[in-house]
């Protein structure tokens, strides 16, 4: 059984500060890393995806993979109020037959104004 | 260009009813999957369609079906409902075997009461 694991908070972070988010996967093939963000009652949104070793920036998101310690982290730069939301952690699962995200159950992320 | 698009948008059902949902996908894709989210659980894998045939399926009983239409456009059924089926139902469209996050649907909010 493969399994995504994000701790679910709250994290609550200052208006302005850096906000950390941490996943950690169970399948050490996994190649494919996504991060999504979901407003409440809304769907999931693609914000970034990683698929090699190290940092992706994009804007204010960074994603970071570490394969050896099947570790993902989103860090997110100058956060603001409207980033206040679910940040769900996915892994993809391709192979054969298979083509499908693994989640996990989300880290909800409170920035206080 | 339209994405994927999700209908209908909230639904209220009684327990032992049946239910269909309805996803139209992002112009250009030819794979529909669907996901079930749960409050405060990540989205899970139901199945998979690609040339009108479920590819794979998740950890769901056989009271999911779905079916997908030669224009693409797939509809997920539950048959006898339980309480336990009230989540969010998630769409997302892609094109086969591609190795890519999915962008998801709006969403079906089904309520079992």
């Known amino acids: 059984q493969k399994e995504v694991e994000q701790n679910s908070g709250p994290l609550s972070v200052p208006e302005g500060a850096i906000a950390s988010l941490n996943c950690t996967y169970s399948?050490?093939?996994?190649?494919?890393f996504f991060w999504y963000r979901q407003y409440s009652g809304k769907s999931p949104e693609l914000i970034m995806s990683?698929?090699?070793?190290g940092d992706k920036e994009d804007g204010r998101f960074t994603a970071q993979l570490n394969k050896a310690s099947q570790y993902v982290s989103l860090l997110i730069r100058d956060s603001q109020p409207s980033d206040s939301a679910t940040y769900l952690c996915?892994?993809?699962?391709?192979?054969?037959?298979?083509?499908?995200?693994?989640f996990g159950t989300g880290t909800l992320l409170a920035v206080q104004p | 260009d339209a994405g994927v698009t999700q209908s209908p948008t909230h639904l209220i059902k009684t327990r032992g009813q049946q239910v269909t949902l309805r996803c139209s996908p992002k112009?250009?894709?030819?794979?529909v999957s669907w996901y079930q989210q749960a409050l405060g659980q990540g989205p899970q894998f139901i199945f998979q369609?690609?040339?009108?045939?479920?590819?794979q399926r998740g950890n769901f009983p056989d009271r999911f079906s779905g079916h997908q239409f030669p224009n693409y456009s797939s509809e997920l059924n539950v048959n006898a409902l339980l309480l336990g089926d009230s989540a969010l139902y998630l769409c997302?469209?892609?094109?086969?075997?591609?190795?890519?996050?999915?962008?998801f649907g709006s969403g079906t909010r089904l309520t079992v009461v």
């Open positions: 997302a469209s892609s094109l086969y075997g591609e190795n890519y996050g999915y962008t």
């Open positions: 399948d050490r093939g996994s190649q494919s």
């Open positions: 990683i698929y090699s070793n």
């Open positions: 996915a892994v993809g699962d391709y192979g054969g037959a298979t083509n499908k995200l693994i």
């Open positions: 112009s250009g894709h030819d794979t």
């Open positions: 369609y690609y040339e009108e045939e479920e590819r």
